[in-house]
Nanobody
Framework: QVQLVQSGGGLVQAGGSLRLSCAASGRTLSNYAMGWFRQAPGKERDIVARISRNGGSTYYVDSVKGRFTISRDNAKNTVYLQMKSLKSEDTAVYYC??????????????WGQGTQVTVSS
């Protein structure tokens, strides 16, 4: 069993920055590939970023590339999403996710509770 607890969401003006955190309990995160998804009202839940077990490989959806950075600190059992140059279209509920597979995609084993990010323009 793994519980993922998110923090760091909120309201920010366009062009601003936020950092989301995802802290795990129950198991170490070192055996899980991790990622972040987001879902806007009426839209599908889409992947934003993913990171390999040891942090050596990352992926970003084109719309956030160059603005968002995913990182992990396995000693602290925590995954982060640093978001910069935020745009109104980044407004969504953001979800942390974990998989036992080597690559995270449509194979999520655990979800965080979600946190709202609202970007005002």
């Amino acid at each position: 069993q793994v519980q993922l607890v998110q923090s760091g969401g909120g309201l920010v003006q366009a062009g601003g920055s936020l950092r989301l955190s995802c802290a795990a309990s129950g198991r170490t995160l070192s055996n899980y590939a991790m990622g972040w998804f987001r879902q806007a009202p009426g839209k599908e839940r889409d992947i934003v970023a993913r990171i390999s077990r040891n942090g050596g490989s990352t992926y970003y959806v084109d719309s956030v590339k160059g603005r968002f950075t995913i990182s992990r600190d396995n000693a602290k059992n925590t995954v982060y999403l640093q978001m910069k140059s935020l745009k109104s279209e980044d407004t969504a509920v953001y979800y942390c996710a974990a998989t036992r597979d080597l690559v995270l995609g449509h194979n999520i084993d655990y979800w965080g509770q979600g946190t709202q990010v609202t970007v005002s323009s």
